[in-house]
């Protein structure tokens, strides 16, 4: 078995069709289905069932995909430990984030990496949580930046330290602004606007201890700064997390935590069995190493 048709086994495990697994690797799907069938001739095995709409794996395809893994893992670490030493590491590495101050954690892990790697580049993109996900399987970046709770089961991910606060923004004349926290009573009836991913059970709704239905809501929005110019304008108050829009100074708005304390964590993820650029890849070594020594990527069963 070749390194790299197990590489190409693992992208069809992954994106559980041939046509994306072979948009992901840049090769034409009879290429990629003459490889799979090769491999499947030369174990003596089937290892997929080929559905009209997805594959699925079979039990050796299941167990070839965990040794397959192993194999790629013990190759590229033993690639990166004899090339890290004294190979100059260039090219970019994409990271898609929500709004948080938290991201502070990943971009100092990049500063970091500069300092011994100064040709890395590095690229954010910002967008909520369905913006982030779908760029990353289309493999339009390498990482994407979480706020929990999201369904990251199609990912390996390492939990970030950091934890988001939620709040409230609003006006400095607005009537609350005169509390020093917000509790859940304070906003029934008030016009609120709220995130576009804020749906029914999150964390908010049970902190808010009324139906998300019956909420008044005015508006939603993406980018909290488009969400910061409704709340100046009158709009509402908007729900959202603190520390990403300037209130200090002169500035007419103002943040109030909720109380009781609603906190968030956060995760960074990527695609399983994904390939890496050799940036991408050490950027992601010294950002486990930032988090503790040898930390290892969470993965979902």
């Known amino acids: 078995m070749e390194i790299r048709v197990l ?11 041939i046509s994306g697994a072979a948009e992901s690797l840049h090769l034409s799907q009879p290429t990629l289905s003459r490889q799979l069938k090769d491999l499947e001739e030369e174990l003596g095995k089937q290892l997929m069932i080929r559905g009209s709409r ?6 050796e395809g299941m167990l070839l995909r965990k040794r397959a893994q192993e194999i790629i893992d013990l190759v590229q670490k033993t690639e990166s430990e004899i090339t890290f030493s004294s190979e100059s ?26 300092q011994d790697y100064p040709n890395i580049r590095f690229h954010i993109v910002s967008g909520d949580a369905a913006d982030v996900l779908e760029q990353l399987d289309k493999g339009l970046i390498d990482f994407g930046v979480l706020l929990e709770p999201v369904d990251i089961s199609k990912y390996d991910y390492l939990q970030l ?25 304070d906003l029934w009836g008030k016009p609120l606007i709220i995130s576009r991913q804020t749906t029914g059970g ?3 709704e049970k902190w808010m201890k009324v139906d998300m239905g019956r909420w008044n809501i005015a508006a939603t929005y993406n980018l909290l700064y488009n969400g910061s110019l409704m709340v ?3 709009l509402g108050y908007a729900l959202c997390l603190d ?44 950002l486990r190493h930032c988090l503790g020594a040898d930390a290892a990527p969470r993965r979902y069963k």
């Open 202 to 204: 999150s964390p908010l």
């Open 161 to 185: 330290p950091a934890r988001d606060r939620w709040g409230v923004l609003m006006r400095r004349d607005a009537p609350l602004a005169q509390k020093d926290c917000i509790a859940p009573q």
């Open 54 to 59: 997805q594959i699925t794996l079979t039990e």
């Open 89 to 114: 590491v260039t090219g970019d590495v994409f990271i898609g984030a929500g709004e948080t101050d938290s991201l502070r954690t990943v971009v100092g892990a990049a500063q970091g990496l500069r």
């Open 232 to 234: 100046d304008e009158g």
């Open 7 to 17: 590489q190409y086994f693992l992208a069809v495990a992954r994106e559980e069709t």
């Open 243 to 286: 520390k990403l829009v300037n209130t200090t100074g002169n500035s007419d708005l103002c943040f109030r935590p909720l109380s009781p304390a609603v906190e968030i964590g956060l995760d960074i993820v990527w695609k399983k069995y994904q390939i890496f650029s050799k940036a991408a890849e050490r950027f992601l070594h010294h």
